[in-house]
């Protein structure tokens, strides 16, 4: 209940940072955000659980892992890269944790409950051909993988809660439409990519609880979209973005983390959640 009241705090702080009349945050919004406010309360997180993450290295599993860490659960770091993960969570500070490189990620998710799949190749690069083939191809082959060694696990070790990341680039881009987990997808590059993401999560057993969350742009100061332009700006370099009348979905570094943490316990986080607030930005904004 409190991260989501922190969440509208947030909104209105920014909205006063930036320009009071320049944030509008449309009705739909503001309540589905109540109605998931009930949602979020329900679930029971004092059980302790051991919990396998792929793509726990990067900017949203650092958090989650800390998180998971702090609060006295068991987690499995699913990495391409052992000595990569250990400079993340070296064991003076996250004692307890495991680090599987691929050979071992069958016997990790066996026994672990739940799983949760963020691993996927960073999109903020330059779209070459090939990079645009690695960056579905790697979400595609992780999300697999995943799903495989759970259907695979013998009953009784099998985990029974999947949460995958996916993005609201599902839904393509449009400057009036307002978006939801009903709305169809879209028809571009991005769209395709998380259509097949998403249809690959759900190959998963259907006995599994999926949780899919389509992540907008998430802002947290120490890595991400925002670690990228705050230089820029504080260097002067940074300037106007776009038309200025365009808006863009986001969301909180801790808020993503909350919404996580809240899906992998809460039963009613299953198949796909959208996870965004909508800043519009107008002229006055600089
Ligand atoms: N951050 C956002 O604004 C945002 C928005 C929408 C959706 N998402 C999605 O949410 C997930 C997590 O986001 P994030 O920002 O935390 O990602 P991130 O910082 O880019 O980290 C993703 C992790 O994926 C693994 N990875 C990187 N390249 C890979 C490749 N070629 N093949 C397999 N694994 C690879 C790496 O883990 P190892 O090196 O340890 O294997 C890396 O730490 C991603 O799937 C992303 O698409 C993020």
């Known amino acids: 209940m409190e991260a989501l009241s922190n969440r509208v705090t947030t909104t209105l702080t920014w909205s006063n940072s930036i320009s009071t009349s320049s944030l509008q945050i449309p009705q739909v919004f503001s ?71 691929e050979k071992d990620w069958r016997d990790c998710i066996q026994g672990s409950n739940p799983v949760v799949n963020l691993a996927g190749l ?3 690069t330059r779209w070459s051909p090939e990079i645009k083939k690695e960056i579905k191809q790697s979400r595609i082959k992780v999300t697999s993988k995943v799903v495989d060694f759970i259907n695979g696990s013998p009953e009784g070790v099998r985990p029974t809660v999947l949460v995958s990341a996916t993005a609201v680039g599902y839904y393509g881009s449009s400057e009036t439409q307002i978006f939801d987990e009903r709305s169809p997808s879209g028809n571009d590059y991005l769209a395709e990519v998380c259509r097949e993401w998403e249809a690959t ?26 670690a990228k332009m705050i230089p820029l700006f504080m260097m002067f370099a940074g300037g106007p973005l776009g038309s200025g009348q365009q ?40």
């Open 247 to 286: 808006w863009f979905s986001w969301i909180h570094l801790d808020d993503i983390v909350n919404l996580i943490y809240e899906a992998l316990t809460n039963p009613s986080y299953k198949e796909t959640w959208n996870s965004n607030w909508v800043l519009y930005f107008y002229e006055s904004v600089v």
């Open 122 to 124: 960073p999109i903020s």
């Open 201 to 226: 999560a759900f190959k998963v057993n259907k006995d599994v609880r999926l949780a899919l969350i389509r992540i907008g742009v998430v802002l947290g100061k120490d890595g991400g979209a925002l």
């Open 31 to 101: 309540i589905r955000c109540t109605q998931r406010l009930r949602v979020c309360c329900a679930s029971d997180q004092s059980q302790k659980m051991t919990v396998s993450v792929t793509g726990a290295t990067g900017f949203i599993g650092k958090r989650l892992v800390q998180r998971l860490h702090a609060d006295k659960h068991s987690v499995r770091v699913l990495t391409r890269s052992r000595s990569k993960a250990q400079l993340i969570f070296p064991v003076k500070e996250f004692p307890g944790i495991l680090i599987a490189e």
